[in-house]
């Protein structure tokens, strides 16, 4: 397989340029991504490794690490050197929260000693056919590759927030042919060795971590990882998605009709990590969040539900929904002023389109 060195920092770098100045422009609080490769304690033997705004999880046994999410392969290089030096065991299982390109790469590093985990999902996702892809990045033309205006329609509608920036789609186009073939958005993206449904229990080193299929939301290929002995939970790009930073009171970028999965099935799967028994949300982006603050994402989406729902109910128009409904309960969170007409907008095609 041809091999390319990583582009995320690079790509992670220009978007959040780009988010900033998305922002600055519309003179919002603008939280820029932070770039720092960190690992943090989490409670007992569960540590949070991350790039400054990305991260993964991982917990150690006497017997080896699980870690869910290598992000990609420039730092899961740099976490095996760390793994290697403070913790005297192997990586022994690597777990997929999903597919997307910005997440799962990354896993070849520890592919001698571990065994790769991911929802059957992923299967079909690299399968060579256009994957399920964030930011409202969809096959357009339906030509079974990604061509530049997959990436840039999303892109200039939405800087900063859906797609993802000018002059990404030639990172991606690998040969330069003018097309990105799925497989050239996979390069560092290592094939599971096993997939499973709804649910599975790993025992390692005499600790337990349990996988379950939520339902579709973001992604069509979900993994939430619970951890019970630490009461704690790891979920990526649904409940706290990259927009959050400190506070996870956060209207959600909502790409295209949302990410193209039923808002039911996603207020569905938020309640479903809702009704875990956990202390903290220790997710893929943002901080570390509590119970509470997990039930105060899942209410946006049903009070954005329901509005919209209504309103369709008493057959306003879309313009009318954007005038009519303020959801002022939520006029404090970020990107409140930017984000709640584009909310309104992805729930009435999300609504229209599924029902
Ligand atoms: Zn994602």
Redesign the pocket.
Known sequence: MKKLPSLLPVLTFAFSSLISFALNAQDEEAPAFRFANEIRHITGDLYRAGNGSWHGIFLVTDDGIILADPLNLEFSTWLKTQLDERFDVPVRYVIY???????APGAAVFADTATIIAHEGVALNMDGRYPQ??GDMIDRNNNGMIDEEDIMIPTTADPGICGMFPGYFETIDLNGDGVATPAELQVDLVRPDIFYSERMTLTLGGKTVELFHPGKN??DDMTVVYFPEERTVFA??MIA??LVRDDIRSLPSACGPLDGTPIAEWIRSYEAVEALDFDIFAG?HGDFFSHDDVSAARQFLQDLHDAVNQALANGLSLEQMKQEILLQQYSHWAYYEQLREKNIEAAYLNLTRFR
């Open positions: 929260s999903h597919s997307h390109f910005d997440h892809m964030p973001h992604g990526t790009d998605d990259a893929g």
